[in-house]
């Protein structure tokens, strides 16, 4: 597991999606830190699996060639991107979205911005730079540079998807079933575990993690809203990154208030009465004491 220096609620708390960057490669000493943390191998990934990652800087000569690296005008300026790659598995995404949201973190306490992209992307280019292997795909990258002044696109696109909106708790979180909201108050320090779930990002800011907790010891059961709409339909897997995601800041939380617990599989069985259909995903169980 990847050690930061900051807090990692407060590092949650200042990522943000950034699309304007300066025009210029990160330094050398930067590249240096990072390509560290990119060689060491990844100790616990509660999806299982097996993901790589690689920096890669835009070539010079692309910019007067017929190869493209491109974005669809959603990125301005960026000359170093992370790329990843995932083996497929049963739990590919899932397994990519955590171990993804691990590294883009700590590029946050890096100071340097970053932006999730799953679809918004040159496909065929970036999988030829990250050099796939034939069991390997290539989910989603990541611009990696120094922050700029928003553009008015990205600060339309912002306000198109909510950027800064979430769903407040009781949409998100419930106790012992589907219908009986989780109070915050009584959750002493599993509240900030999730109030960190809660402001995790997702594909078009949907948001579809949703979470039920069992008492004697806690279990936290996390699951994915199948939420419709023709996005969702186009990309069918961006939720699944998206409970990955969702998991990481959870498990990155536990850690740090020294909460000890394991991730388990395991379904439940509960009677699904929310509005939109949900999955099993996986499950938190606190170790007893």
């Given at each position: 597991m990847l050690e930061y220096q900051k807090s990692i609620q407060d590092i949650i708390k200042?990522?943000?999606?950034?699309?304007?960057?300066?025009?210029?490669?990160?330094?050398?000493n930067e590249r240096q830190e990072i390509e560290k943390l990119l060689t060491s191998t990844f100790e616990f990934n509660p999806f299982g699996g097996k993901n790589r990652f690689k920096l890669f800087d835009i070539p010079l000569e692309a910019k007067s060639s017929k190869q493209s690296y491109g974005t669809y005008g959603f990125i301005r300026g960026a000359q170093t991107y992370l790329l990843g790659a995932c083996e497929r598995s049963t739990y590919?995404?899932?397994?990519?979205?955590?171990?993804?949201?691990?590294?883009?973190?700590k590029l946050t306490e890096f100071n340097l911005g970053t932006c999730w992209l799953g679809g918004t992307f040159d496909q065929s280019s970036f999988s030829q730079a990250m050099q796939l292997e034939p069991n390997e795909f290539l989910p989603a990258i990541t611009p990696v540079g120094y922050k700029k002044s928003r553009r008015i696109k990205e600060m339309i696109i912002r306000t198109a998807i909510h950027a800064k909106k979430r769903f407040s708790w009781d949409h998100l979180f419930f106790c012992s079933d589907f219908t009986t909201p989780l109070n915050p108050e009584e959750l002493d320090l599993y509240t900030y575990a999730?109030?960190?779930?809660?402001?995790?990002?997702?594909?078009?800011?949907?948001?579809?993690?949703?979470?039920?907790?069992?008492?004697?010891?806690?279990?936290f059961h996390f699951y994915s809203s199948q939420l419709d709409g023709s996005f969702i339909a186009r990309h069918p897997n961006f939720h699944r990154m998206d409970l990955g995601i969702a998991v990481a800041h959870f498990d990155l939380t536990?850690?740090?208030?020294?909460?000890?617990?394991?991730?388990?599989?395991?379904?439940?069985?509960?009677?699904d009465n929310s509005e939109n259909p949900l999955q099993y995903v996986i499950s938190w169980q606190a170790a007893e004491i």
């Amino acid at each position: 597991m990847l050690e930061y220096q900051k807090s990692i609620q407060d590092i949650i708390k200042e990522r943000t999606s950034w699309r304007t960057f300066e025009d210029k490669p990160i330094s050398d000493n930067e590249r240096q830190e990072i390509e560290k943390l990119l060689t060491s191998t990844f100790e616990f990934n509660p999806f299982g699996g097996k993901n790589r990652f690689k920096l890669f800087d835009i070539p010079l000569e692309a910019k007067s060639s017929k190869q493209s690296y491109g974005t669809y005008g959603f990125i301005r300026g960026a000359q170093t991107y992370l790329l990843g790659a995932c083996e497929r598995s049963t739990y590919d995404f899932e397994s990519f979205g955590y171990s993804m949201e691990i590294l883009i973190l700590k590029l946050t306490e890096f100071n340097l911005g970053t932006c999730w992209l799953g679809g918004t992307f040159d496909q065929s280019s970036f999988s030829q730079a990250m050099q796939l292997e034939p069991n390997e795909f290539l989910p989603a990258i990541t611009p990696v540079g120094y922050k700029k002044s928003r553009r008015i696109k990205e600060m339309i696109i912002r306000t198109a998807i909510h950027a800064k909106k979430r769903f407040s708790w009781d949409h998100l979180f419930f106790c012992s079933d589907f219908t009986t909201p989780l109070n915050p108050e009584e959750l002493d320090l599993y509240t900030y575990a999730l109030e960190m779930v809660r402001l995790a990002p997702s594909a078009r800011n949907l948001q579809p993690w949703r979470i039920i907790m069992q008492n004697d010891p806690p279990i936290f059961h996390f699951y994915s809203s199948q939420l419709d709409g023709s996005f969702i339909a186009r990309h069918p897997n961006f939720h699944r990154m998206d409970l990955g995601i969702a998991v990481a800041h959870f498990d990155l939380t536990v850690r740090e208030l020294h909460l000890s617990g394991y991730w388990v599989i395991d379904e439940p069985h509960f009677s699904d009465n929310s509005e939109n259909p949900l999955q099993y995903v996986i499950s938190w169980q606190a170790a007893e004491i």
